[in-house]
């Protein structure tokens, strides 16, 4: 898993609210598409106007606002309530990894998306709406200083203004992030206490060992 710790980068806007993972990426993409393909069908239904089955015939939406200057390529998604409600389909969030999507900032996500964010390496942060929605509405305000940048490490945000913002997250979770860590690698940092506790279970228990 690629390490995290800071994060520069233009935000793109989306404040839609019950962003579901439907919409991250369509139920027949999850069967068909590899996992590298991914990336072009985020967000496939507002993202084109059309699009052959095959991904290799597209017209983008121009409206759609990540398609506009400068939000194209952008790493850092600022989101509505709710967002990756739904179902439990892990394909939508390597449908934004591979998008480019390395962090959401967000009032609230879905519990099952958020984990499977935090499996594959990308961030989610959590701030009240009334953040959200002020630092959403200054990024489309003046789109010239739409660049954010996250520092996990010190958990805050930097806006394009000088304005800091604090953010709470899981100390495991950063620890993991921090150190390019899923849940398998962290429990494999603890490798000696665990066959110190097996060598000992075995004296104590030998019949489970059989």
Known sequence: ??????????????????????????????????????GRYAFETQRYLRMSEDGSDAVENPDFIFNQAPFRGAQIIIGGPNFGCGSSRETAVRALDRMGIRCIIAPSFGEIFAGNCFQNGLLTIALPSEAVQRIGGRLLAD??????????????ILL????????????????????????????????????????SDRMARPWIYI
């Open 160 to 199: 394009a203004d000088g304005e800091i913002i604090s953010f709470d997250y899981d100390p495991l979770r950063k620890r993991a992030l921090l150190e390019g860590l899923d849940e398998i690698g962290m429990t494999l940092q603890l490798a000696d206490r665990i066959t110190a506790f097996q060598d």
């Open 1 to 38: 898993m690629i390490k995290i710790n800071k994060i520069r980068s233009y935000a793109v806007p989306f404040l839609q609210a019950n962003v579901d993972t439907d919409l991250i990426v369509r139920a027949e993409r999850c069967v068909y598409a590899t996992t590298e393909e991914l």
């Open 143 to 156: 789109r010239a200083t739409a660049q954010v940048e996250v520092d996990l490490a010190a958990q805050q």
